[in-house]
Each structure stands twice: as C-alpha cells, then as structure tokens.
C-alpha cells in the first residue's frame, strides 16, 4: 500500500485546537463557498411568514407532475409552470437538501461537544465553590477572595433576586 500523503491545507484543518493558538473558525462565507450554496441575507419574520409551507414529500413528485403538465400544458394554459421549471425547482431543492443536511448534522455535533463543555467547565466552578464554602472557617478571606466566583453561580443557582413569600391563604370555611 502506497503511504497516504496530506497536503498542507488538508493538515490544517485536521490539527487539534490546542491552549497555545486555537484554529480560527471558517467564516460564513467561507462555509457556504465549501457547501457550493449562496450565503444570502435573513429573512424578514414577515417575508419568512409569506412563504408557502412545504407539504411532505413534495418534491419527490415534481417530476412526475413535470410529465402529466407536458400532455396537458395547452389545456391547462398555466404559461408561467413549465415542466422544465418543476423539474429545475427539483434539482435545486434536492442539491440545498443535501447540504442542508450536512450542514445540520455538522451544526448538531458541535452544539453537543460544546454543551460538554459547558457541562465540564461548570462542574469545575461548582467543585471550586463548594471548596471554597468548606473551607470558608478555617480561612475567613477565602470567601472574599472568591467573591467573583460565589456571586456569580449565586444569582444563577438561586434563581436570582430573591422573591417575597407569598401571603397565607386563608382556609377554607366549613359549612
């Protein structure tokens, strides 16, 4: 078997993010440049709201609909629905699919390694501070110390401002 060779670009984006010089992120240009899609700007809520919904299994039909329309385009009389424009609108929607996918499938895998992340970078602060609160008798600046951190997973870990009890409801008359 001949030895694999990497070229420089393909050793780039296999390497490791290390402490020392994290890998920058490809832009979103770049991205779409690598998934053959044009970047184009948000929609607006009320543009995106406009749009017809997809039914299920619609495009899988295009083509046959492409075929019935070519016997029946003079009757139908429909001069702006081409088979040639279903069967282009197909294309189109199965190539942005696919790197839809691809796209979503690689969205998903980071959003979970991060929230590992997250889930690991918390429990170390958790650890810390419940170090802190054990040792706070033995050293009583320690927890002025570690203000910041106390602080901090306080105003999220207790729900934040503190609410005032709510008054007693008086019982319920017996009759």
Known sequence: MAPRTTTKKSAERTKKPSSDKPLKPPSTRELADILGVTLS???KPEQ???LRKALPGY?????DVAALLEEDAGALNVPDVTPEALLEAQAEQKYLAAR?????AVYRSLFEQRLQVDDRAM???????????????DD?????????LLDFLGTFRQGGAKRKAAPAEP?????
């Open 140 to 148: 009583r600046d320690l927890p002025g110390r570690w203000k910041l």
């Open 123 to 137: 429990k170390m602060l958790e650890k810390l501070a419940r170090r802190v609160n054990a040792l706070k008798e």
């Open 100 to 104: 839809e996918a691809v796209a979503h």
């Open 59 to 63: 495009a899988g039909i295009l083509d």
């Open 171 to 175: 019982a319920a008359a017996v009759e």
């Open 41 to 43: 700007p948000p929609l």
């Open 48 to 50: 995106s709201a406009r």
